[in-house]
């Protein structure tokens, strides 16, 4: 079900069984899976992957070649840079120890919650069943295996609490007031 004035570019897919709010743009070989929900005036780039019962908010950026797999809710306002990858499964495995071809039923997705106004630099991995907390930013190529809590500035491999930053993304220091947004910490 799409919403008014959503624009879906020609080569991409988007299934009659998600919800696509008004004013959404679906560009260039983007997939949108059954279940999936986008709200409103959000932004698929091109090549992103949205999976099946997966939610969106609204005013959301999904940059080029973004997974977002089955599990990952985003909230309102988050911005994804290009090729980050959300995962949903802690012991990946395409067979079972019998050597059978895993299904649905055999394994178990873990949730994964990316709060309002948060920021995600490119090529990052987001390990399966964390949580970032509003306006937090991560830092490109990072990979987040733990939680990042409200305004927190994390990268590297683990991605690593280094700090503090605003809504407009400014590191903050300690007792400082940023002199734009207001943000204190």
Request: some cysteine.
């Amino acid at each position: 079900m799409k919403g008014g004035n959503v624009k879906v570019h020609p080569s991409a897919e988007v299934s009659d069984k998600a919800i696509v709010g008004d004013g959404t743009v679906v560009w260039n070989n983007s997939q949108v899976r059954e279940g999936a929900k986008l709200g409103k005036s959000c932004i698929l780039s091109k090549n992103v992957y949205v999976d099946i019962n997966v939610t969106i908010g609204d005013n959301v950026k999904l940059q080029n070649n973004v997974s977002v797999f089955h599990g990952v809710v985003i909230e309102d306002g988050v911005f994804v840079g290009p090729h980050v990858c959300f995962t949903n499964d802690r012991s990946p495995r395409a067979i079972n120890p019998d050597g059978s071809l895993k299904q649905g039923c055999d394994w178990t997705v873990f949730k994964t919650l990316v709060k309002k106004g948060a920021s995600i630099g490119a090529n990052s991995t987001i390990i399966c069943g964390v949580t970032i907390g509003s306006w937090a930013l991560v830092g490109a190529g990072s990979v987040v295996t733990k939680d990042v809590p409200d305004h927190g500035l994390v990268f590297g491999n683990p991605a690593r609490l280094n700090g503090f930053v605003c809504k407009c993304a400014k590191k903050l220091e300690k007792g400082k007031k940023c002199n734009v947004c207001g943000v204190k910490l």
